[in-house]
T-cell receptor, first 116, second 112 residues
Framework: GAGVSQSPRYKVAKRGQDVALRCDPI?????LFWYQQALGQGPEFLTY????????KSGLPSDRFFAERPEGSVSTLKIQRTQQEDSAVYLC??????????????FGPGTRLTVT | KQEVTQIPAALSVPEGENLVLNCSFT??????LQWFRQDPGKGLTSLLL?????REQTSGRLNASLDKSSGRSTLYIAASQPGDSATYLC???????????FGKGTSLLVTP
């Protein structure tokens, strides 16, 4: 079956532009996660959805970052007024159950955002 | 805050060698630990998941161990192959039960 997909795969934005990154989780997966991976670093947790509810957004670095999952399936991560420090790979992951640590998280290929 | 450290940061070995990657963590209150592989420009591929009640997991040439009391995990790769070249990431599922805490990874190069 299809895995987690993300689009676009690459995005170049000028500083100050708004961007929207899309994640299509595995069909039927209840939980969805966004992570940010800076160059040479491990991924850092941004936010977590259970169906359409955003239960944890503690990792979002600023109020310029906004995520939504209105119908409990596709999710969009929006970054307003992009800054150079936002340059990173944004990874989306999904898992089949509720926040159950026995479930694995399945990762998409990521979107590489470069802010110039 | 959970700190996850991976040593070494980079490793180069000739094909056929057995090797060990290390992961240490500061808070032993974890639900599980996962080892991932990341190829350049690609997402993360889960290799092994060890539940907190388990000591090790095996898949093919890979063996991962977990010692919560000492805050350590190791990933053992037997008979390494050039196709094993990638970055290997260790991640812990801790207090929240869902947010993974990652190390910075070990970049492995296996030369023919």
């Amino acid at each position: 079956g299809a895995g987690v997909s993300q689009s676009p795969r690459y995005k170049v934005a000028k500083r100050g532009q708004d961007v929207a990154l899309r994640c299509d989780p595995i069909s039927g997966h209840v939980s969805l996660f966004w992570y940010q991976q800076a160059l040479g670093q491990g991924p850092e947790f941004l936010t977590y959805f259970q169906n359409e509810a955003q239960l944890d957004k503690s990792g979002l670095p600023s109020d310029r970052f906004f995520a939504e999952r209105p119908e409990g399936s596709v999710s969009t991560l929006k970054i307003q007024r992009t800054q150079q420090e936002d340059s990173a790979v944004y990874l989306c992951a999904s898992s089949p159950g509720l926040a159950d640590p026995t479930y694995e998280q399945y990762f998409g290929p990521g979107t590489r955002l470069t802010v110039t | 805050k959970q700190e996850v450290t991976q040593i070494p940061a980079a490793l180069s070995v000739p094909e056929g060698e057995n090797l060990v990657l290390n992961c240490s963590f500061t808070d032993s209150a974890i639900y599980n630990l996962q080892w991932f592989r990341q190829d350049p420009g690609k997402g993360l591929t889960s290799l092994l998941l060890i539940q907190s009640s388990q000591r090790e997991q095996t898949s093919g040439r890979l063996n991962a161990s977990l010692d919560k009391s000492s805050g350590r995990s190791t990933l053992y790769i037997a008979a390494s192959q050039p196709g094993d070249s990638a970055t290997y990431l260790c991640a812990l599922n801790g207090n929240s039960g869902y947010a993974l805490n990652f190390g910075k990874g070990t970049s492995l190069l296996v030369t023919p």
